[in-house]
Nanobody
Framework: QVQLVESGGGLVQAGGSLRLSCAAS????????MGWYRQAPGKQRELVAT???????NYADSVKGRFTISRDNAKKKVYLQMNSLKPEDTAVYYC???????????WGQGTQVTVSS
């Protein structure tokens, strides 16, 4: 059974930085794409950033130039470095990993990020 656990969320002032981490555990033989998504109150979950097994990255326009996604396959982790945070970045952030030959999508439980103005 695979489990994803996020950490690193919290309260930060506008302009500040946070680094989110997501660690996978369980029976994992291959890691494919990984990503971060977020959901603000009253809004749908949206893509923030993704990274492929070949380290190609993709970002939402709203975070380009401010957020950086990275991965450590040996540690089974994905990270999201968030700089120049804005109040509109406030949301619950979820990590996602595509694991195994069949490409099953797993989600973490979410971590709250709150940016005060």
């Amino acid at each position: 059974q695979v489990q994803l656990v996020e950490s690193g969320g919290g309260l930060v002032q506008a302009g500040g930085s946070l680094r989110l981490s997501c660690a996978a555990s369980g029976s994992i033989f291959s890691l494919n794409a990984m990503g971060w998504y977020r959901q603000a109150p009253g809004k749908q979950r949206e893509l923030v950033a993704t990274i492929t097994s070949g380290n190609s990255t993709n970002y939402a326009d709203s975070v380009k130039g401010r957020f950086t996604i990275s991965r450590d396959n040996a540690k089974k982790k994905v990270y999201l470095q968030m700089n120049s945070l804005k109040p509109e970045d406030t949301a619950v952030y979820y990590c996602q990993m595509v694991i195994g030959i069949t490409g099953v999508h797993y989600w973490g439980q979410g971590t709250q990020v709150t940016v005060s103005s």
